[in-house]
T-cell receptor, first 112, second 112 residues
Framework: NAGVTQTPKFQVLKTGQSMTLQCAQD?????MYWYRQDPGMGLRLIYY???????DKGEVPNGYNVSRLNKREFSLRLESAAPSQTSVYFC???????????FGEGSRLTVL | EDQVTQSPEALRLQEGESSSLNCSYT??????LFWYRQDPGKGPEFLFT???AGEEKEKERLKATLTKKESFLHITAPKPEDSATYLC?????????????FGQGTILTVHP
């Protein structure tokens, strides 16, 4: 039972490069989320998708775009990476619109 | 602005030494308060949801309680495997998605 799968697990980028973080869940959940976790800041919501076909901004959306490709997959794109985007990114999903989130293992991104 | 403050930042216990973690919150209206456990290098794992003051939830050596201003996570006779970071999060009322506001976490270390 895979749950929430994120790729890649680690990535190093140079300032200005672009990349996409992939997330897939196999629990048939409707809602999916992208959070970032920084030391001393806690987890902060970047974007979320309440259901297939919908996306909306969270607390810290600047510099990111998302795509809800289908019910299973929700990707996060950095168009022009900046050092301030160095962080650990977590994808999560939930079966209904609740706070009981199921998280992936994270993607550790370093922007030089 | 919704805020969640956890204390202490770090807690070191001897095996069997019971203690409590605190989560103070400021929110315009509370839909739910959540506790998660996070192991190093992993994503958070859901523990409890509390919805109203006076509510309590238990799981093995953990018990979560809720008042109108704070929540406590009581750990009874902890074991080394309870070592982890414990995260508290609130879901404000009026938000129907997993738009959680997280605290910074308490790092718990239990020594044998």
């Amino acid at each position: 039972n895979a749950g929430v799968t994120q790729t890649p697990k680690f990535q190093v980028l140079k300032t200005g490069q672009s990349m996409t973080l992939q997330c897939a869940q196999d629990m048939n959940h409707n809602s999916m989320y992208w959070y970032r976790q920084d030391p001393g800041m806690g987890l902060r919501l970047i974007y979320y998708s309440a259901s297939e076909g919908t996306t909306d901004k969270g607390e810290v959306p600047n510099g990111y775009n998302v795509s809800r490709l289908n019910k299973r997959e929700f990707s996060l794109r950095l168009e022009s990476a900046a050092p301030s985007q160095t962080s650990v990114y977590f994808c999560a999903s939930s079966i209904v619109q609740t706070g009981e989130l199921f998280f992936g293992e994270g993607s550790r991104l370093t922007v030089l | 602005e919704d805020q969640v403050t956890q204390s202490p930042e770090a807690l070191r216990l001897q095996e069997g030494e019971s203690s409590s973690l605190n989560c103070s919150y400021t929110v315009s209206g509370l839909r739910g308060l959540f506790w998660y456990r996070q192991d190093p290098g992993k994503g958070p794992e859901f523990l409890f949801t509390l919805y109203s003051a006076g509510e309590e939830k238990e799981k093995e050596r953990l018990k979560a309680t809720l008042t109108k201003k704070e929540s406590f996570l009581h750990i009874t006779a902890p074991k080394p495997e309870d070592s982890a970071t414990y995260l508290c999060a609130v879901q404000p009322s009026g938000t129907s998605y997993g738009k959680l506001t997280f605290g910074q976490g308490t790092i718990l270390t239990v020594h044998p």
